[in-house]
């Protein structure tokens, strides 16, 4: 007795190696697409409106991998963030101390 047994059925979501490729230089050119045109204004993120310097920061952060100094004062790296260091017991901006 023999026990045969169906060979799996083929998707259709297999990509072919010629779209593949496509894909990936699409994305290379998104790539250095943003890297041409918003690197440039990474170090006058802290002069813009907070939620352009926050999508300018995100848009760059993929290709960030050394820590670089913030214009505040903190580190930002690839995955960890370092707060400036304040002087004692200063109160944060917009705080009143008693």
Same mark, same amino acid.
């Given at each position: ?27 290379l050119?998104? $790539? #250095?697409? +943003?890297? !041409?045109?918003?690197? @440039? ?7 813009? &409106?907070?939620?352009? $310097? #926050?999508? +300018?920061? !995100?848009?760059?952060? @993929? ?7 913030? &214009? ?11 707060? @400036? ?6 109160p944060? &901006? ?5």
């Open positions: 007795m023999s026990i045969t047994t169906a060979a799996p059925p083929s998707t259709a979501t297999d990509l072919s190696l010629t779209r593949m490729h496509l894909m990936r230089a699409g994305y050119l998104m $790539g #250095v697409g +943003l890297a !041409l045109v918003k690197w @440039p204004l990474l170090p006058d993120a802290a002069d813009l &409106p907070l939620y352009e $310097g #926050v999508t +300018l920061c !995100l848009l760059t952060a @993929p290709w960030s991998s050394s820590s670089s100094p913030s &214009p505040r004062g903190g580190t930002c790296g690839a995955t960890t963030c370092t707060p @400036p260091q304040t002087g004692g017991d200063d944060a &901006p917009g705080q009143v101390s008693n």
